[in-house]
């Protein structure tokens, strides 16, 4: 009988079924489950469980996380304490729930690029109104730009810049929610706005494109149109000191390059898309990602905890 994997994930659409292809290929099956739908159960003289639906008696050896649910912070706390509890369980988490916690956590991740002086760009972080003006002032008296962005989000949604004509965002106001996350804008060319996608398994740059957009915000959600490029090189270097510095089995790294030809690190994603980057480099990247999660899932012993 084929060896089952929970793949976390209340969306599969495309990525769930590149995943369940490359499980297929390597003799598993991939079983898709929301980490919603999960449970703890403590109960007095009994070891702790974590109840997954379809593996009541047994416990998998490994769950891949494709998607942790939004929500409100009650929830979303006990579906990581999930991810961390399977792990202390002796379960395989990959991405686990640390990783997840440092990458989704804009802030977060920002410290420790600076932390492990990881070329980033300058980042404020604060709750302060009167803090946020006080630098959004400033830094664009000084000719400086900024972004603004919300703290949780991806694919470019709620980003915006600030320049000294811009009207100061108010704390309630959509994206902003009594928090200022603020960073320098990095200019990498005036109508011709590009930035980088790294690709990085296990400490390796794996796989690269450029995303060229009409807009200063490349994603490939906002339009960008994706090229290939040899993951090598500073850009790979970078990518990889990036995924380091948070820790993390795989990510995809989003690198800027400006007009001087300094490169930064705007973000580490650690469930990242990769449809784009597989189109542009023809890469199997859920295949990559598969045989990096059974490698660590066979070298690991397993420990049975029946839930």
């Known amino acids: 009988m084929n060896q089952r994997i929970p793949v976390f994930t209340d969306d599969p659409g495309w990525?769930?079924?590149r995943l369940k292809e490359?499980?297929?290929a390597r003799g598993c099956e991939a079983v898709f489950v929301s980490l919603k739908e999960c449970a703890l159960r403590l109960a007095s003289g009994e070891q702790p469980a974590v109840l997954i639906p379809g593996f009541e008696h047994e416990l998998p050896a490994g769950v891949f996380v494709r998607g942790?649910?939004?929500?409100?912070?009650?929830?979303v706390i006990a579906r990581l304490d999930i991810l961390h509890a399977l792990k202390m369980l002796g379960v395989v988490v990959y991405n686990d729930g640390n990783a997840v916690e440092r990458t989704v956590d804009k802030a977060m991740t920002s410290f420790l690029l600076h932390l492990n002086r990881v070329p980033t760009p300058q980042t404020w972080v604060c709750e302060s109104r009167y803090q946020a003006q006080e630098i959004y002032l400033r830094e664009t008296m000084a000719g400086r730009q900024l972004v603004i962005k919300p703290l949780f989000g991806s694919q470019g949604q709620g980003v915006r810049k600030l320049t000294s004509s811009t009207v100061?965002?108010?704390?309630?106001?959509?994206?902003?929610d009594g928090l200022y996350y603020l960073q320098t804008y990095i200019d990498s060319g005036e109508g011709a706005w590009h930035d980088h996608r790294v690709f990085v398994i296990r400490g390796q740059a794996v796989a690269a494109m450029i995303r060229h957009g009409s807009h200063w915000v490349n994603n490939v959600a906002q339009g960008g149109r994706c090229e290939a490029i040899a993951a090598e090189g500073e850009l790979a270097q970078l990518a990889e000191a990036a995924a380091r510095?948070?820790?993390?089995?795989y990510?995809?790294?989003?690198?800027?390059?400006?007009?001087?030809g300094r490169l930064?690190?705007?973000?580490?994603?650690?469930?990242?898309?990769?449809?784009?980057?597989?189109?542009?480099t023809g890469l199997n990247i859920g295949q990559c990602l598969v045989d990096d999660f059974l490698s660590c899932m066979h070298s690991q012993p397993v420990l049975t905890v029946a839930s």
């Open 15 to 17: 990525h769930g079924k």
């Open 168 to 176: 100061f965002p108010v704390p309630m106001e959509e994206h902003v």
């Open 251 to 260: 990510c995809g790294v989003d690198i800027i390059r400006d007009r001087d």
């Open 245 to 249: 510095a948070v820790n993390v089995d």
């Open 68 to 75: 942790v649910p939004g929500g409100t912070l009650q929830r």
């Open 22 to 24: 490359a499980f297929a």
């Open 264 to 280: 930064y690190v705007l973000e580490v994603n650690s469930i990242p898309a990769w449809k784009g980057l597989q189109g542009a």
